[in-house]
Structures are given as C-alpha cells and as structure tokens.
C-alpha cells in the first residue's frame, strides 16, 4: 500500500523521510510537528512492518494533508525503510526523523536557510535528548555547536564527529544520490557509517546553534537504547565503528583523526564495552568473539599510539583481551563490571569457569600486566582450583591438578602457591577443609563502637582475621569465636595507609597458611561517610560480598579538619 502524491506536482523544496516501527503512541505528535515545519516539504513516511497502529495513524495524516505520503516497506529493518523513503524523495534537500521524536518550532527553517544562504553540502543543528523525567542537552562541552558557521569543514570543528546521528542533519539530495549514500542492514548503529562519510567528504559544512530535534530516551523493548548493551548489538557497533576508523584514517587530516579516536576509545567504544560486561559472564562462541576482536583490533591498531598509551591501565588490557578474540574472558579480570568472584557450585561450570581464567593467566605476559595476573591467580584460579579439589569426585580433582600444574609456583603470591602445592601433592583433606572455609565462613560488621567495628563470626571453630592492602601490605587483625561478636580496633597502620584494606580469613593447613577473602552473610553496617571519618566499610552489598574498608587520606583528613576548625572559630568571634 502506498499513497503517492501526483506525478505533475511541483517538487517540494524539502523532503522529510520518517521511518516508523511500533510507535503508534507517539507518531501522531512527531507528524504534528513535522507538519507545523514553516518550509515548503513533503513528508514520507515508511511503515516498517508494525505491528500496531503505526501505519493507521501515518494514512491518517496523509489524507489529511496532501504533503504527507506513506509507504509500506518489502524488506525489513531501519535501514531499508530510509533508503526506500529516500528513493522517493524529490526535494532539493533531504533530513530524516524517527517517529517517536519531536522537531522543534522553526528547526527545518533554520536548517534550510543555513544551505540555502551559504551552499554549503549539509547544515548540521544542535539537539536535545529527553525522557520521563528530565531534558539535557548532549552537546553541552564541545565545541561543535559553540557559534553559527557557515563554509566550515571538518577539520575546523571536528568535535561534529561525536554527533554522528542521522536526525539533526540537512542534506543536499542530489549530493546524497551522487555519494549512492545507503544504510547498512545492521542491528545497531546503522546510521555512523553514512554520517561519517557525508562529514569526510563534505566540502563544507554549516553549522546551526539552534536546536533543530528532540530526541525520546526510550529504553524498552525494541529500542535501539536496550540493543546497546546486547551481543549483537556490540558485535554490530564495533563493526561499523571499524568502517568509520578506516575513513577516518584515509581523510588523514590531524585534528579529525585525535577527535575520532579519542570519542571511540575513551566514550562510545568504552560504553559499549561496559554495557556489554555489565550483563554478566556470557557465553561467547567462538566466531563471534574473532569478529569482535577483529573489528576492536582494527579499530585499536589504526589509533595514534599516543593516545592509545594515554588510556586508562584496565581499558588497554580490556581493549587487548577483546582483541586478541578472547572476549569471553573479560569476566574473569576482578573487579570489572560484571565480574564475580564468586565460584559455580556445579563442577563443571567451576572446571570451565577455572579454564577461562588459566587462558588469562597465560594472556597476561607483559611486564604491565604483573598486578592483574597476580589478582587473577589470587582470585579466580585458586578458589576454583580449591573448589574442585574439595570435591570428592575424581574427575574434578583430577581438572584441579591439571591446572595446578600449568602454574608455577614461583611467579604467584604465597598464598597461591601454597594452595598449588596441596593440590599437586594430593592433599585433598587439607583442600577440603579450605573449600569448606570458603563456601561456609562470613564475617559480619554488625555496628560500631564509636569508631571500632563490632565483628562476629559464623560458621563453626575460631578464626583468624588478617587485613591485606590493594597494594600487598598485611596487617594481623584479630581472632574470632563463631557466634561471639567481638570489638575490633582497626590496626593503627590500617588508619595510617590509604587505600581499600581487604579482611582475609587465615587458614592455617600444616606447614601452609592461606587467606581467603573475608564475606559477609548480611549487609555490612556503613558507617557515616563524614569528612572526618577516617576509614569507611565498602561492603554494603549483602550476602557473599567481600568485606574491606576504605582508609582516606590523612592530607584529605588534615584540610577538612582545618576547614571546621576554622569555621569554629569564625562561629565563635561572631557570637562574641
């Protein structure tokens, strides 16, 4: 089905193309102001699909006013419905909306005086993003929409390339149709490729502070918002992101390839990333992990190198393990999003689990990677490794000999290579009693004592508790009855040292001593986060969280205390 306008009807200046898929609550208010637009256009609109009332509410304003048209898209997808909307499209200047968007009072005007007055190739416009609860404007900080420019390119403002979206941009049509300009049929970020190639190419650009759309933050099912931090939809970015390093790359100007660079590692790139951890551990097949790492290496190695070094010490081993194909062990780095250091109870799962974190141990071979290898053995390989080896099945313990033996015992913390050496000695009683402590002691803050943590124990026996600094330091911290809560001044040193202190049981097995991180069986008590405090519990989380504490600075402490000393004193002259 399809309504057009007649063949002999003047063409417009302006074509607007508006695909729509299951946005029938908000298609009647885009359309409302699209048509309010004071420009001479048409407006298609391709149905893509719908599955509600989308197509009902477009056919109603295309008979009611004559410059709407609709059209009902063969193939599926965004992609396809812009490009069937552009092949009917007759105006000397082509723009886009999506259906569940809003454009401005006077933005189409703008936009068209900007082309019409300079002749540049396309007039790019400021824009605003909104939900439910708030508007903000994303642009706010660069410099892309700092002054109306008409005859710019993009080197003179290449912040325009972190606004690579297709809705708050006017084209030339015939320049569009010369470029053969298409969408690709992709699951997510379809429109980058197009817009950095109309930015490159452009000979000039003009630039409006106006703010020319309004764009719905709709998280939801379908939205290309909730596909961001999916699989395919990650797979799909850094792949079209790929395509844009390598046009970015042959423009060659200087200031575009900085600009580019540094928006896709340092903010797209890296949300994505995040996002995609963010799900937890999933399950990666192989083909798919290569292609990721295949389009994040392109992307990485075409980066100027100093801004690669300039990057943050875990998105560099992030960047590279996902590089390198291995993108399904990114969960097993500590203390990432989505990262556990919780072990599977199924042996299986554990063996597995255990698998992925040896292939990261052997991934981490530069010298920079010392710290987060020796996290990951401390961490992810030995609490798996005791796991299996408390388990009485033989295949299990035979898994966790078979990886003790892939490690050597002299390029892991002692601790490790304790538990290493039980489990190449077949020590079994000893790794059971390990895993036993593992799975069933916690250690509760359950209140404080003026600035000293009440502690108690669960599980059966004593304990003893040690405090072990993010940089290595140990402090001996006290030693508990199961069931009795106990007062626990924190170590002077602990006070003294800033950082995140971690409390560690120690397990004593024959001649070895093993820490294993402290949990918790409840939400640990927090302490008032004042800028006195001096040390803060970090917990807060529930069941099978780690316990630690935070020790501020002592020079934080210092000018905040003197700050209040000296707003006393300030109080007490005006009082006298």
């Known amino acids: 089905m399809s309504t057009e306008t007649p063949a002999e009807s003047p063409s417009p200046l302006l074509s607007v193309v508006v695909p729509v898929h299951d946005v029938g609550t908000w298609l009647p208010e885009c359309l409302d102001t699209i048509a309010a637009q004071r420009v001479d256009l048409e407006v298609i609109v391709v149905d893509d699909h719908s599955q509600d009332d989308s197509l009902d509410v477009a056919l109603r304003h295309a008979a009611a006013d004559p410059r709407f048209r609709v059209l009902e898209a063969v193939e599926r997808g965004g992609a396809a419905a812009r490009d069937l909307g552009v092949s009917h499209a007759r105006g000397r200047y082509l723009v886009f909306a999506d259906g569940d968007d809003l454009v401005p009072r006077g933005a189409y005007a703008a936009l068209v005086g900007a082309l019409e007055s300079s002749g ?82 452009a000979s000039s650009i003009s630039v409006v502070t106006d703010v020319v759309y309004a764009y719905r933050d709709r998280p939801g099912h379908g939205s290309m918002t909730r596909q961001a931090g999916q699989l395919t939809g990650t797979l799909s970015y850094f792949a079209q992101e790929a395509r844009c390093a390598a046009l970015v790359t042959a423009d060659g100007r200087d200031a575009v390839v900085d600009e580019y660079f540094s928006m896709v590692l340092v903010n797209d790139g890296w949300v994505h990333l995040k996002k995609l951890m963010t799900q937890g551990p999933l399950d990666i097949d192989v083909e798919s992990g290569r292609s990721l790492g295949d389009s994040v290496g392109a992307i990485v190695d075409a980066a100027p190198r100093a801004l690669v070094e300039r990057l943050g010490r875990t998105q560099r081993l992030l960047y590279r393990i996902v590089s390198a194909g291995r993108a399904d062990l990114l969960w097993s780095v500590p203390d990432v999003p989505g990262s556990t250091d919780a072990v599977p109870d199924e042996a299986a799962e554990a063996a597995a689990s255990l698998d992925r974190a040896l292939d990261l141990v052997a991934l981490l071979d530069a010298p920079a990677d010392d710290a987060t290898r020796a996290a990951v053995i401390d961490r992810r390989v030995v609490p798996h490794l005791v796991r299996l080896a408390g388990t009485p099945s033989p295949e299990a313990r035979e898994a966790a000999v078979a990886a003790s033996g892939r490690l050597p015992t002299e390029r892991v913390s002692p601790q490790s290579a304790a538990v290493l050496r039980l489990a190449r000695d077949g020590r079994w009683d000893d790794l059971a009693e390990l895993a036993t402590t593992l799975r069933e002691r916690r250690v509760d803050v359950v209140e404080f004592e003026g600035a000293d943590p009440v502690v108690r124990a669960s599980g059966a026996g004593a304990l003893s508790l040690v405090l072990r600094h993010d940089g290595g330091e140990i402090a001996a911290w006290v030693d508990l009855e199961a069931g009795r809560p106990v007062t626990a001044p924190l170590p ?85």
């Open 120 to 201: 540049d190739d396309l007039a790019v416009g400021d824009f605003l993003k909104f939900d439910a609860r708030s508007t903000w404007r994303p642009s706010a900080g660069f410099a892309a929409f700092g002054a109306d420019r008409n005859g710019a390119t993009l080197g003179d403002v290449p912040s325009l390339l972190r606004f690579r979206a297709i809705w708050h941009k006017m084209f030339r049509l015939d320049q569009w149709r010369a470029l053969d300009m298409r969408f690709p049929a992709v699951p997510r970020s379809n429109d980058i490729v197009p817009m950095t190639t109309m930015l490159t190419r």
């Open 492 to 576: 002077r040193r602990v006070r003294r040292t800033p950082g995140r202190w971690s409390a560690q049981i120690r397990v004593p097995l024959g001649d070895a001593g093993v820490d294993v991180p402290a949990l918790v069986s409840q939400g640990a008590v927090q302490r008032p986060d004042g800028a006195l405090v001096p040390v803060v519990v970090s917990q807060a989380d529930g069941a099978d969280s780690e316990l630690a504490f935070i020790t501020r600075s002592r020079l934080a402490r210092r000018v905040a205390g003197a700050l209040v000393r000296r707003g006393r004193a300030q109080a007490a002259r005006l009082r006298r």
